[in-house]
């Protein structure tokens, strides 16, 4: 079955550490990929998006993520958290051709000041 | 603001009734999708509509329907209301099936 795999669902980090937060797929084939961010008590929006072109992905508030097609991976990164970046994180996958839009279980993450 | 409206904010309600959520997606949106959110389950896809019709099912249980009418607007039919069915329900809509999907603030539901 079509699925997208979240292996962290808890990730806890003290202020000014890195993050990378796994995201695997299973479709072949051309996907657009998305990570979603969910802060508490809020609706889900989005980092960024991957649809082409360059692998590496920059979003908004100093996340990237990397497209790597041979590994089905599409993980999220920054640099250094800040305690405001405390939220759920989910990774999505749409393929062409279908209708099917399909969200990781999530990952908490919590930021320690 | 997404400019995704969903009403109302809050529904409480006793088991067995039937309560009906609204959504109004974004201007020029043709995809909505529906999406029920708990503790223990996570973000849930329940089903997806497009332009009027129905384009994917998720885990929608067999008490609950949508649909979507020619103003593009979406209603989500919960029936036989189960104390489990608490939860938020987030609506979302987007411009194609493949791109980003803009979320409204979502309904809580609180079945008592």
Redesign the interface.
């Known amino acids: 079955a079509q699925s997208v795999s979240q292996h962290n669902h808890h990730v806890i980090l003290s202020e000014a550490a890195s993050l990378e937060l796994g995201c695997n797929y299973s479709y072949g084939g051309t996907v657009?990929l998305?990570w979603?961010v969910q802060y508490p008590g809020?609706?889900?929006?989005?980092l960024l998006?991957y649809f082409s072109g360059d692998p590496l992905v920059k979003g908004i508030k100093g996340f990237e993520a990397e497209f790597i097609k041979s590994k089905f991976s599409f993980n999220l990164r920054k640099p250094s958290v800040q305690w405001s970046d405390t939220a759920e994180y989910?990774c999505?996958v749409?393929r062409?051709g279908?209708?099917?839009?399909?969200?990781g279980?999530?990952t908490r993450l919590k930021v320690l000041a | 603001d997404?400019g995704v409206t969903q009403t109302p904010k809050h529904l409480i309600t006793a088991t067995g009734q039937r309560v009906t959520l609204r959504c109004s997606p974004r201007s020029g949106d043709l995809s909505v999708?529906w999406y029920q959110q708990s503790l223990d389950q996570?973000?849930q896809?329940l089903i997806?509509y497009?332009n009027g019709e129905e384009?994917?099912k998720g885990n929608i249980l067999e008490r609950f329907s949508a649909q979507q009418f020619p103003d593009l607007h979406s209603e989500l039919n919960l029936s036989s209301l189960e104390l489990g069915d608490s939860a938020l329900y987030?609506c979302?809509s987007s411009a194609d099936?493949?791109?980003?999907?803009f979320?409204?603030?979502?309904t809580r539901l609180t079945v008592l």
Not at chain 1, 98 to 103: C, D, E, N, Q
Not at chain 2, 97 to 101: F, G, M, T
């Open positions: 657009n998305f979603y809020q609706h889900l929006q989005l998006k989910f999505a749409t062409s279908t209708y099917k839009y399909i969200f279980t999530g | 997404s999708y996570g973000l896809f997806q497009y384009r994917a987030f979302a099936p493949y791109n980003e999907q979320f409204g603030p979502g």
